[in-house]
């Protein structure tokens, strides 16, 4: 008996099941069909609709899951008893379907049909759905009794036995009645009316069991197709008779009522067709043939099933794809396009989920990257657009581009394709205006008119911006670093597009095997910079390469060196060829067939590809166009010979494949092919246009159609690709090497022609990449050495305009090397011009090697120190950046003798200032600032050479600044302003202040910074950090350190990166000075840190971790700081050893090692007069802890009076420093006023002073300096015994530095109050709560945050 639970309606039979389901998806049909429509037409409309096929899916398959799970049972129980239900053909009639207690009949669901990722998932999920809604059962009157007499211990042995194919049979039979609504094979109705008689008594005893089984079922309900007698078929031929050993099903000694119907009837022999009839779809069709073909055994055909998990795992598919294995193909649409390959990632999801959790962790704060490498074709950039389907899905924006062996000349050809096809798409999209226009006036705001030079490497970012923007002769040929510049506008570019649509950016570039140096520099700026946001900038890499290609000298690994040096990780994900399960996968889903008939179609493929995805498919395209693979129209599904394809000669390797299949077209196709081929992998539709003409080469579109055709060239929007590298690779090799430089060079010189009469810059390097690919040899006319060194010289001056300096000096040195012999008699001025402007190409590039090279050849045929003057500014400018400071100056000072500029050394420092201020005394500043413009080339040279000069002897001659100063101003005001004329204003302000007068150096350095707005900006970044350092002595600290962003972005913006590190650092410099919390000055010395690492600033590097390491000590962090450069820069370098001399001073005088004081002020004092010429913020510090240090020195010292003289000095400096800006140092006069007294033993002056210094750096708001204060007041009435004042301040001094963050050093100042005050001392009211030792932080921060600005 069935019982039913309250949770569950009463259950039907299959039969009456399959009418109500049949009928409510006949009134499920639009009323107008349904009213139109015959009943018979209406349910064969029914029968294949969703809300018929879905749920019969669903009872489909839960009866053979309830089969397999009986199979596993007696399995289990080694054949001790019979679980399984006996086989017979009315097996519906002993079926029961059970619904959800709302009624559900397991109608389609979106949730689970097509949305499960994996088969084990999508099975899960189906047995959680089914539970759910519908489930159907084999009533216990199917299966056979253990207390069978003997004959049943025979069956026990069939249904023990290994083979279920009777089973399958059975369950085939149950499924056609469940498919065609409810009717029954017309073969088996045949056999059953022939056996009426015979049965009858057996149908009665099978009717009354069935209902007494189903209970408390209404009998009305049963539909008993039992009723009519099964026939009793002994003495007729039966295909049993042959395997009656394998099934057993033949009559032994006598027959029971129970298993007649099945062991007295032929089984086989039933048609689908009748299905087919009723438009159920084919591969379910097929599926019941294949169950019902299984019972034929030897006789059955290939597909016919084996096993009963196959029919689970063949409708588990049906149900989670039914797009690809239920519903029919249309084949005769597929006929005519043949076979169409899908867009699905195989056997990737493992390494997508790890690209995906990569970008994850990325765009949430650490910044980290990806690579995929892999052998070509293996499917490294299916699977990054995969993942970049994932990106946009998310929010995030994703950009493209891919670099081309055969396009290296192009300047950033990737990153523009990437950056310049999102722009395009911006323009083309009316949805996306509203972001469009906040992107232009985001960036606008941003960069101003800097944002120009972005356009010139994308173009369609001129239309975003406006016409305004395109504007040429706003072009500065001076800029100190234009690379460097245009890095950092694509940092701020990204960030604009990150903030403007509040999501991370995904940058893919592919083939980075073929990137430049340039482009991976960019790359690895994105990477590590995040421009002048203090935001984390979300931003993602991820870039494929082919496995073994990338060398120890690639780009590609200066960026891995570089990151893993700056602390950003990397995901490596290497793609293996596909096995031979997700091959059959692949093929399966493309032919949309189910797995386990394509088996064997999949393991001829693979054998032949070895699993590498770009031959299997082009494998079977080709046995798709050779008819081998092809639709069958009768049989509604993909057919394929398998004796002919295992029978064709194909190559093992995909080259060779596809040079093969390339052989076979047409010779005007085949040309065609090799004439793109040579510009790379994708051109646009217009250049081939422009290629027809231009090679007069008519019908090259037409032909390069018909290979679109063959699938091996795509059309994707204006381009023309190939379908993959290795078949663009296999059409360039079809002509031998000699021949293809001669194409490439009679193709580049009609292009250049062409470039010439239309004004085309995209043709020129297009036409000069031709040629140079060529070589010289390829030349047969040497006339024409000379038209393409001039065509190469355009070239790379469109590669300066562009920022690519690699490109760049590729053009110039390939001019060069077209230069016939004699060129510098015969064609001096072109000459000239390509050295002049290779050489600069190598400095920016780093290149000193091919500098010098290309210098000694202008230096030695220069025809005037004139035309040799470009080429000495830049060995003096590499010497410079070496490190070679004393060579560049003497160098320097060689150049401007010759120039007739002679600095005048001879006279004291006082007469070349005072000389200087009388020049200057002359003409107001209205005056000097409408000062006329200097044009004279070699003037404009000669104040490079100054500037530089002064620079570097600021760091080694600081005494001959003034000279040096004094020249740039002469010329300035002789000669009209030049570019440079700002930095000898704003040196001449900074010397001023040095010297004590502050008013007139701030007065000069206000105008260096009015001088920039009529002069350029290209010393901008120099100019600002300067007059910066003047400001703080005349404005509060804290407000005219804000200027320090300013140079930043102006040092970024004209490429500038020395001086952008130095506005950076002195920024830093500057909180510091102003007691901004320690914590945040440890990240914001990081971020210094990082980008001086990032740059290779040794100097600026080993300073910066000096202050680093104080501190970290004032923190009480255990982090190691290691500077392994220090030694050696202490030795050679006198601002390091000075920087060195004070730190070690000023942290031992905090924790109050007398000893160590003392040594490193001495060797301060001993290396300071040789310093920068200029007042700097650092100069702060020096006179106050020197100051406090030699005062505590006179104390205990003997020689008492030298300290208190340098004291005192330190006193007056900090005094006539507070008459100009009382809020930034008049607490620091009050302190050593105070210690002052204190050495004199004045206590009551003291007194006074240590609570004027404290009150003071309470309302300037230095906390720090507050704790110092009170400090410094304990020990004073500590030495005078008023124990209680003394503690009291020592409280107070720890409540502030514990505010301030210096945690070691709180816990130093109570360590020394323990022990020098009794324990009724410390514990009086004076000593609260707070007044305890301090938990020191361990925790390293994080030092992958990004080198911002600061």
């Not at 690809?324 to 867009?343: A, E, K, N, V």
Request: net charge negative; aromatic share 10%; hydrophobic share 40%.
């Amino acid at each position: 008996m069935i019982n039913n639970s309250s949770n569950e309606h009463d259950p039907l039979l299959l039969s009456e099941w399959i009418r109500q389901t049949l009928n409510e998806a006949a009134n499920n049909l639009p009323p107008p069909i349904v009213n139109s429509l015959t009943a018979q037409v209406r349910d064969t409309l029914a029968l294949c609709s969703d809300d018929y096929l879905i749920p019969a899916l669903r009872v489909a398959w839960s009866l053979v899951d309830q089969m397999c799970k009986k199979v596993e049972q007696q399995k289990v129980t080694a054949g001790q008893s019979s679980l399984l239900p006996v086989p017979r053909m009315n097996w519906v009639d002993g079926i029961v379907v059970h619904l959800h207690p709302d009624g559900s009949r397991g109608g389609r669901r979106s949730n689970f049909i097509g949305n499960t990722t994996t088969e084990d998932q999508a099975r899960n999920a189906y047995e959680e759905e089914d539970l759910d809604t519908i489930r159907a059962e084999l009533l216990p009157s199917m299966f056979k009794s253990d207390n069978n007499d003997d004959d049943g211990d025979d069956d026990a042995k069939h249904d023990n036995g290994s083979s279920t194919t009777p089973h399958i049979y059975s369950l085939g039979l149950v499924f056609y009645e469940i498919f065609s609504g409810g009717e029954r094979p017309p073969e088996i109705i045949e056999q059953q009316q022939n056996n009426v008689a015979n049965e009858s008594c057996d149908a009665e005893a099978e009717d009354f069991s069935v209902q007494e089984e189903l209970g408390d079922l209404d009998s009305s309900l049963l539909v008993n197709h039992a009723a009519a007698p099964i026939i009793d078929v002994e003495g007729q031929l039966s295909i049993f008779d042959t395997i009656e050993d394998d099934f057993n099903l033949l009559p032994k000694k006598r027959h029971t009522t129970e298993n007649s119907d099945f062991q007295k009837n032929k089984c086989g022999a039933v048609s689908v067709e009748p299905l087919k009839g009723k438009r159920v779809p084919v591969q379910l069709c097929d599926l019941i043939a294949n169950m019902i073909d299984c019972i034929n055994g030897t006789l059955s055909g290939d597909d016919a099933y084996q096993s009963m998990t196959h029919v689970r795992d063949d409708l588990q598919l049906m149900l989670e794809r039914p797009a690809i294995y239920l519903y029919d193909q249309d084949m005769g649409r597929l006929s005519m396009t043949g076979l169409q390959l899908g867009d699905t990632v195989f056997g990737r999801n493992e390494k997508l989920s790890s690209l995906k959790e990569c970008y994850r962790r990325s765009i949430s704060g650490k910044t980290e990257f990806a690579f995929i490498s892999g052998h070509a074709g293996i499917g490294k950039s299916f699977l990054t657009y995969e993942f970049g389907k994932h990106v946009i899905m998310s929010g995030g924006i994703f950009l493209a581009g891919k670099f081309d062996q055969l396009q290296q000349g192009k300047p950033f050809s990737a990153l523009a394709a990437a950056f310049n096809g999102y722009c395009g798409m911006l323009m083309q999209s009316s949805e996306l205006q509203k972001r469009r226009a906040v992107v232009a006036s985001t960036l606008k705001s941003s960069l101003g008119r800097e944002a120009y030079y972005l356009t010139k490497i994308i173009p369609s970012l001129n239309d975003i911006l406006g016409s305004e923007q395109s504007d040429e002769t706003f072009y500065d040929d001076n800029c100190v670093d234009a690379q460097r510049r245009l890095q950092y506008l694509l940092c701020q570019f990204v960030e604009v597009l990150s903030s403007s649509y509040t999501a991370p950016v995904t940058l893919f570039l592919d083939d980075l095997q073929w990137a430049d140096s340039a482009s991976i520099a960019a790359v690895t700026q994105l990477l590590c910079s995040t421009g002048s946001s203090s935001k984390q900038k979300q931003f993602f890499f991820v870039g494929c390469h082919r496995e073994g290609i990338i060398d120890s000298t690639h780009p590609v690994r200066e960026l891995v060196c570089n990151a893993e040096q700056l602390g950003v990780s990397f995901t490596s994900l290497k793609l293996d060829s596909m096995g031979e399960e997700t091959l059959n996968a692949m093929v399966s889903q493309t032919l949309c067939v189910l797995p386990r008939l394509t088996r064997t179609l999949s393991n001829i493929i693979y054998r032949k590809t070895k699993g590498n995805p770009l031959f299997v498919s082009q494998l079977m395209l080709s046995l798709n166009k050779k008819n081998l693979l092809f639709p069958s129209l009768n049989r509604r599904r993909w057919e394929w010979d398998i004796e002919k394809i295992m029978s064709q000669k194909l190559p093992d390797d995909v080259a060779v494949f596809f040079t093969q299949s390339i052989a076979d077209l047409p010779s005007n196709v085949r040309i065609s092919l090799f004439h793109i081929s040579c510009f790379g992998a994708s051109v646009d539709i217009a250049f081939v246009k422009i290629l027809e003409i231009a090679l007069e080469m008519r019908g090259l579109c037409d032909n390069l159609d018909v290979a679109v055709d063959e699938g091996l060239l795509e059309k994707k929007g204006d381009q023309l690709r190939f379908s993959h590298d290795r078949i663009q690779e296999a059409a360039y090799n079809t002509l031998p090497a000699d021949e293809r430089c001669i194409f490439h060079h009679v193709c580049g010189m009609a292009l250049a022609s062409y470039s010439t009469s239309e004004s085309d810059d995209n043709i020129l390097l297009a036409a000069v990449n031709q040629i140079n690919l060529g070589g010289p040899s390829a030349i047969q006319n040497t006339s024409q050495s000379f038209t393409i060194a001039t065509v190469n010289l355009r070239a790379g001056q469109k590669a300066m305009v562009m920022s690519d300096f690699g490109a760049a000096y590729s053009y110039f040195n390939h001019g060069i090397s077209f230069l016939q012999e004699g060129y510098w008699q015969e064609h001096y001025d072109l000459s000239l011009e390509l050295f002049d402007l290779a050489a600069k190409c190598a400095l920016t590039n780093g290149d000193i090697v091919s500098l010098n090279l290309l210098s000694e050849q202008v230096i030695a045929y220069g025809r005037s120190l004139e035309d040799k003057l470009n080429v000495l500014y830049l060995v003096t400018c590499a010497l410079a950046f070496s490190s070679r400071l004393p060579e560049s100056i003497q160098k320097s000072i060689g150049v401007l003798t010759k120039l007739g500029i002679d600095l005048k050394e001879s006279r004291s420092t006082e007469a070349c200032i005072q000389e200087t201020m009388t020049l200057l005394s002359t003409r107001t500043d209205d005056e000097i600032l409408n000062t006329r413009q200097m044009t004279d080339p070699t003037m404009i040279v000669a104040m490079k050479f100054l500037t530089k000069l002064e620079s570097s002897m600021s760091q080694t001659t600081p005494r001959s600044v003034p000279f040096v100063t004094q020249q740039i101003i002469e010329l300035s005001l002789s000669k009209g302003m030049s570019p440079m004329s700002p930095i000898g204003f704003v040196y001449l302000g900074g010397f001023m202040s040095k010297r004590g007068d502050i008013s007139s150096g701030y007065r000069y350095v206000k105008l260096a910074l009015s001088l920039l707005d009529k002069v350029g900006r290209e010393c901008a970044g120099e100019v600002i950090w300067m007059a910066t350092q003047v400001k703080i002595f005349v404005e509060p600290i804290q407000a005219a350190n804000e200027h320090h962003n300013d140079g930043y972005e102006a040092s970024m913006v004209a490429g500038d990166v020395f001086n952008a590190l130095l506005n950076a650092f002195l920024k830093n410099s500057c909180k510091y000075v102003a007691g901004v919390k320690l914590q945040t000055m440890r990240e914001e010395y990081n971020k210094s840190e990082r980008l001086a690492k990032e740059n290779n600033y040794s100097i600026l590097l080993v300073v910066i971790k000096q202050v680093q390491r104080d501190v970290l000590r004032l923190i009480g962090s255990d982090e190691e700081v290691t500077i392994p450069e220090e030694e050696i820069l202490i030795a050679s370098n006198n601002s390091v050893l000075k920087s060195y001399c004070f730190r070690n001073a000023h942290i031992s005088f905090m924790f109050r090692s007398y000893d160590d004081a003392k040594e490193y002020v001495l060797k301060f004092y001993e290396c300071r007069e040789n310093a920068w010429a200029n007042l700097m913020v650092t100069h702060v510090n020096h006179a106050l802890y020197t100051g406090l240090i030699s005062f505590w020195v006179a104390r205990k010292s003997r020689d008492a009076q030298c300290w208190i003289a340098r004291g005192n000095e330190s006193k007056l400096t900090l005094k006539r420093w507070a008459e100009s800006s009382p809020w930034t140092f008049e607490n620091k006069w009050y302190l050593l006023e105070a210690e002052e007294s204190f050495s004199h033993n004045d206590y009551e002056a003291a007194k006074l002073f240590y609570k004027h210094a404290i009150s003071s750096a309470k309302f300037h708001k230095f906390v720090h300096e507050e704790a110092l204060a009170y400090e410094l007041a304990a020990y004073f009435y500590l030495e005078l015994g008023e124990m209680e004042q003394s503690i009291e301040y020592f409280l107070a001094a720890h409540e502030r530095y514990h505010e301030w963050g210096a945690f070691g050093k709180c816990n130093s100042l109570f360590e020394f109050v323990k022990s020098s005050f009794s324990p009724a001392s410390i514990e009086s009211d004076f000593a609260v709560s707070s007044f305890r030792p301090v938990s020191l932080p361990t925790a390293c921060p994080n030092k992958q945050q990004q080198a911002s600005s600061i």
